[in-house]
């Protein structure tokens, strides 16, 4: 069978530039280079390997089919990076060089074809990317750089449901008429409110209005095919009455699985904790919300505690922001002028805030000032991916692009070892709280961990079979305070921790979503926080079947981390705020 005959279900991504036809060939030809680097970088940021989808250029557009299995991460998190490195390069450039661009996505049946991609969904795909309603909504939205138009079926999937990134209140619903395409579907517009948009055709009725939306489903294509409504209309109401029961049935065997809620109770797994390395379960903490941090704008990706516990620090769309946790208090922000860190740390004597400036550039300032008393460079034409210090030394470790990784001591500023004998780009990195071991992996494209001796820089081992263990993609990874068990989450499969001794798989557990986009170790070892998209929760790190979920820290699962004495869990957040819980046993 031919390449052009099989039909493969994928999310279908459009991506144009607005106004391009304006520019001179020279901005031209920038802009295809600019526009490719963008969705490399975001993909990269998202932990979405861009090597597995199938591209077609088409000079200031690109047409892309994405595995299904990406799609989740595709339609949320990547699109939220992208929001940031478009915002980042247009306040870099300037008016001049102001780049904005339209988004769609749609999903289906497709193929390749003998000129290109073939399938309902791509035709779909270019029509919402080239709405009249997709470029209503940048030219009412002048501040805005992006717009991101998602079908009836995607809206659904990844946002509707609860499994992805976004709320649904971020979404308007808009009626696209375009040639063949007569259909509802979902606007998403970062930093502006998109209901308050004059776009023509849109409901009134949307879920940022406070109303509840039926889903209508697609509406595609309805005109041609008049003799069969009836029975589509019977077919429809057939397979609504299925979800409903198993909607039904699902929430039964959730709450039986986190046993059920009440107003005074955290879902707790009703079951009695089983014991993996023969030492009684401790028993979880009772955590309450003790304070909320505001202050950064955008969704709150890295968290960091100073040694003494006083001091937040977290990084978010507008750089980084530093509170003070004892009056609430914003201290400091880095990044307006500047804009760009994605990555935060402090070092192990809480002296000195540690943060990415530009592509390929790591500097050490002073916690309390601001002032800059180090700069690091990473090698020619690399992007920072990853960043981290050490907290038992004064040790930074930051990974980039190019498959490199180095050390720097942050008292001497000298290079203390660059890695060597990568296999790929590292995107996580955890130190152990004893500061003797080092863990990275490379997301989706690494299928084990590996673990440094951070004193000789040598290679001490590896764990195989994460990626497959976990699904798809690495997006958690932490280390016990001794070393010896890595906790790591993944796309699909919760949470998994593995013995360093033996490389063993020794404990599981879910999450809400069946994903898990960061994990943590107490500093005690006996606890491990980790988050989702849609949730927060604790669960006991030497048992199985133990956890419980934090009430109210919905879509505040981005980062999360314990403070030194082990009292506290902050939580980074979509809304652009750092939750911090009372870990009261």
Not at 231 to 242: K, Q
Not at 264 to 291: D, E
Not at 391 to 416: C, Y
Request: net charge neutral.
């Amino acid at each position: 069978m031919s390449d052009e005959a099989v039909w493969d279900r994928c999310l279908c991504l459009s991506v144009d530039v607005q106004g391009y036809g304006t520019r001179d060939d020279v901005a031209q030809g920038e802009i295809q280079r600019v526009l490719v680097d963008m969705l490399d970088t975001a993909g990269a940021r998202a932990g979405v390997d861009r090597h597995r989808w199938r591209c077609q250029p088409k000079g200031d557009e690109e047409l892309a089919l994405i595995p299904d299995a990406m799609a989740q991460r595709v339609v949320g998190e990547f699109c939220l990076e992208l929001a940031a490195v478009l915002r980042r390069y247009n306040l870099q450039t300037g008016c001049a060089g102001r780049l904005r661009l339209r988004v769609a996505f749609d999903e289906g049946p497709v193929q390749k074809a003998a000129n290109g991609f073939a399938g309902h969904a791509v035709v779909g795909t270019s029509r919402l990317v080239n709405s009249l309603a997709a470029r209503q909504a940048l030219q009412f939205a002048p501040d805005t750089d992006l717009v991101v138009v998602l079908s009836q079926r995607v809206y659904d999937d990844w946002v509707a449901s609860g499994r992805g990134a976004f709320k649904s209140d971020q979404f308007r619903r808009v009626r696209v008429r375009e040639k063949e395409v007569d259909e509802d579907t979902w606007l998403w517009v970062p930093g502006t409110d998109v209901h308050q948009l004059a776009i023509n055709g849109a409901h009134t009725d949307s879920p940022g209005a406070g109303t509840a939306m039926p889903s209508p489903g697609y509406r595609r294509r309805e005109k041609f095919f008049p003799g069969k409504q009836k029975r589509r209309t019977a077919w429809i109401a057939a397979f609504v009455a299925l979800v409903m029961a198993a909607v039904f049935t699902t929430a039964i065997a959730v709450s039986q699985h986190f046993g059920a809620a009440s107003p005074s109770t955290s879902p707790i797994h009703p079951s009695p904790p089983r014991s993996t390395s023969g030492v009684p379960a401790a028993a979880l903490p009772s955590p309450f919300a003790s304070s909320v941090l505001r202050g950064a704008a955008g969704l709150v990706r890295v968290v960091a505690f100073s040694a003494d516990g006083r001091t937040v620090a977290a990084s978010a769309d507008n750089g980084v922001t530093v509170w003070d946790i004892r009056t609430q208090q914003v201290t400091r922000t880095v990044g307006d002028a500047t804009p760009g860190p994605y990555q935060v740390a402090i070092t192990s004597d809480g002296q000195y805030l540690v943060t990415n400036q530009g592509r390929n550039s790591v500097q050490l300032q002073e916690l309390q000032t601001g002032k800059i008393t180090r700069t690091w460079t990473g090698p020619p034409g690399s992007s920072l991916m990853s960043l981290t210090s050490d907290p038992a030394e004064p040790l930074v470790a930051a990974a980039f692009g190019n498959r490199s990784l180095m050390i720097w001591n942050s008292d001497t500023g000298q290079l203390v070892h660059k890695l060597t004998g990568l296999q790929d780009q590292v995107y996580k990195m955890a130190f152990s709280a004893d500061g003797h071991t080092l863990a990275t992996n490379g997301g989706e494209r690494d299928n084990f961990v590996t673990l440094w001796d951070v004193a000789s820089g040598q290679r001490k081992g590896q764990i195989d079979g994460v990626v497959t263990v976990n699904g798809i993609g690495v997006y958690g990874l932490a280390i016990s305070r001794s070393g010896n068990r890595v906790a790591v989450g993944g796309n699909k499969g919760g949470v998994h921790i593995f013995s360093v001794a033996d490389k063993q798989d020794i404990s599981t557990f879910t999450t809400v979503s069946n994903a898990a986009t960061s994990v943590a170790f107490s500093p005690d070892g006996q606890t491990i926080a980790f988050g989702d998209t849609a949730s927060t929760g604790l669960a006991n790190a030497s048992s199985v079947g133990m956890r419980r979920l934090l009430e109210g820290a919905d879509f505040c699962g981005y980062s999360v981390v314990f403070s030194p004495d082990g009292k506290t869990l902050a939580t980074g957040c979509q809304d652009g705020t750092v939750r911090l819980w009372n870990l009261a046993r």
